[in-house]
Nanobody, 118 residues
Framework: QVQLVESGGGLVRPGGSLTLSCAASGFTFNIYIMSWVRQAPGKGLEWFSSISPTGITNYIDSVRGRFTIDRDNAKDTLYLYMNNLNHEDTAVYYC????????????RGRGTQVVVSS
């Protein structure tokens, strides 16, 4: 079955950086669009970035230029490089299969918590 295991979250000061990883298994990783979504405290899921099997990326405006999504198809791993973090980035981060529309029908892992606080 599909398994997605996120890691790399933690507490970081505003302006800081973090790198998240997502180890995927149970499906053919290299044929799927993959996305990162997040859920801030008290809010719903928010899609914010995706990457195609060949590396074409998409971002929402609030993270473009600060976040970079990447993948290693040989390792079945998805990455998120986050820079210049701010309080609004505090959330549980999940990797999911699919694009900004289809991810809602896909399973999620347990996520990894990111807290941006001084």
């Amino acid at each position: 079955q599909v398994q997605l295991v996120e890691s790399g979250g933690g507490l970081v000061r505003p302006g800081g950086s973090l790198t998240l990883s997502c180890a995927a298994s149970g499906f053919t990783f290299n044929i799927y669009i993959m996305s990162w979504v997040r859920q801030a405290p008290g809010k719903g899921l928010e899609w914010f970035s995706s990457i195609s099997p060949t590396g074409i990326t998409n971002y929402i405006d609030s993270v473009r230029g600060r976040f970079t999504i990447d993948r290693d198809n040989a390792k079945d791993t998805l990455y998120l490089y986050m820079n210049n973090l701010n309080h609004e980035d505090t959330a549980v981060y999940y990797c999911v299969r699919g694009d900004r529309f289809s991810y809602l029908n896909e399973p999620r892992g347990r996520g990894t918590q990111v807290v941006v606080s001084s």
